[in-house]
């Protein structure tokens, strides 16, 4: 529909009175539906279970946990944030307290955290996943194992100075996670320095994750890994434990794999881009022998200047190669397609780092800072567990095991739910949160919201 030149526009007043009044209103009236969602987790109780103290605390850890995590579900990244939103309603609503606890006191109470409440905060974290995948009655549960660089400029306690490509030089952390893909929640994150190898303590972290998630499902656990964890002990372990892997093979560690494709003259065709070549290869000193696959991607790129020979890995000007490891029984394709779906845990990372501020280094402490990163996993898991909360979602598993449905990223919730202005009154006595109805579709979303997190409690 056309507008007039009278209908766009209105005479400007630069002159407006200036008044204030003791008004309840809310910058965050979108939380008024993840508190619903978290009266149907029972996350308040589950919380005072995980954050158990002795004694009489003014603000207890349950408390100054959960308004990290609602920190985090606001997109807010700094504790210094907090003053923004100090005399908001909703939040004090959501959080059950007359008065939010100052920046001082946050940082105090999870400085007095143990590694008890840390680890309680994480196994949280994971039951959230693991409850999503019982109630879709998924089939197959499928873990992505990846590390990820937290870089800070501070001195911080458990940092250390190691591969970082984006700050070289800088102290980071360099935490290890575990992503399910199927619904692109996070299970478990095991802490470390930012100095250790990619496959530190992996071996461990991984079989614990496998367990938890059979243990809770009882179904069929994929995983897939980066070629930086490739090992015959960690296959070997895989493959003990029954799970259906896909492993990046570097060519460094298997030399003889270069010679294996440049001599290779037949080559499948997997579509206009892949093809393959099945492989026989077995390591000498290996006592356990996966399957080994070969892939060749023709290269659309002009490549300018003299070929770079590379000692262990074949190149040409056509082709770039690669291997992959693994117990699967299925088509080669099949096996490219789920293992190329592992880049879904960039996605998921990047989700949460933008949304939830997952990178964020917020003290010189420890403990604080991991329960930074459990309350930012936790509150991605609460934005993915919104969507499956409240929309037709099926348990079908695509081929790369990434969600059948398009999933809202929390930054989204934020800017079209969370981050929505509105009014707390009692007309007639009854507490009433009112917002602006310009916004047909904004209306339209609380009140599916609302609607179907009471149907489902």
């Known amino acids: 529909m056309r507008l007039s030149k009278a209908q766009i526009g209105r005479l400007v007043h630069t002159e407006l009175d200036l008044r204030f009044e003791s008004q309840r209103l809310t910058s965050f009236a979108g ?3 993840f508190a619903g969602l978290f009266v149907r987790l029972n996350l ?56 939010l606890p100052d920046v001082s006191t946050v940082s105090r109470r999870l400085r007095q955290a143990t590694v008890t409440h840390e680890e309680h905060a994480r196994k949280l974290v994971g039951e959230v996943a693991t409850e999503r995948l019982l109630a879709l009655s998924i089939k197959r549960a499928t873990l992505d194992f990846d590390g990820s660089v937290n870089s800070t400029r501070r001195h911080a306690e458990g940092t250390a100075v190691g591969y970082n490509k984006r700050k070289k030089g800088a102290r980071s952390y360099y935490p290890l996670f575990c992503t399910v893909s199927q ?125 770079q020979l590379n000692l262990f890995e074949p190149r040409d000007y056509q082709f770039d190669y690669k291997v992959v490891a693994t117990n699967k029984t299925v088509g080669a394709a099949s096996v490219l397609a789920f293992h190329n779906g592992r880049g879904y845990q960039e996605a998921i ?72 202005a509105g009014a707390l009154t009692r007309p007639q006595g009854k507490l009433t949160l009112t917002i602006s109805a310009a916004d047909q579709q904004t209306r339209e979303d609380f009140v599916h919201y609302a609607r179907e997190l009471a149907q489902a409690a």
């Open 31 to 33: 939380l008024f539906v």
């Open 44 to 99: 308040y109780g589950r919380l005072r279970t995980c954050f158990r103290e002795t004694g009489k605390k003014g603000y207890g850890l349950y408390t100054v946990f959960l308004l990290v995590v609602t920190h985090a579900l606001m997109g807010c990244r700094s504790w210094r944030e907090r003053d923004s939103y100090a005399h908001d309603p909703m939040v004090k609503r959501v959080l059950g307290v007359q008065k």
């Open 183 to 307: 619904t692109g929640q996070f299970l478990d994150c095991l802490h470390r320095a930012g100095n250790v190898h990619d496959s530190e303590g992996s071996f461990d972290f991984m079989r614990g994750c496998v367990l938890r998630v059979r243990d809770a499902v009882r179904c069929t656990v994929e995983a897939r890994i980066d070629s930086a964890f490739f090992s015959q002990a960690l296959l070997e372990q895989l493959d003990d434990l029954k799970v259906e892997f896909t492993v990046s093979v570097p060519f460094e560690r298997l030399p003889e794999l270069k010679g294996i494709v440049e001599n290779k003259k037949r080559w499948h065709r997997i579509d206009e881009e892949w093809s393959y070549a099945e492989c026989s290869y077995r390591p000498k000193s290996w006592s356990f022998s996966p399957r080994f696959v070969l892939y060749r991607r023709r290269v659309h790129k002009q490549r300018k200047g003299p070929l």
């Open 349 to 420: 990372l990047g989700e949460a780092k933008q949304g939830a501020a997952l990178e964020h280094v917020p003290s010189n402490r420890l403990i604080p800072n991991q329960l930074s990163m459990d309350a930012a996993m936790l509150a991605h898991n609460l934005g993915r567990e919104l969507h499956f909360e409240t929309a037709d979602v099926t348990a079908r598993t695509t081929n790369n095991r990434t969600p059948s449905t398009c999933i809202e990223t929390l930054s989204h919730l934020q800017r079209r739910i969370i981050r929505r």
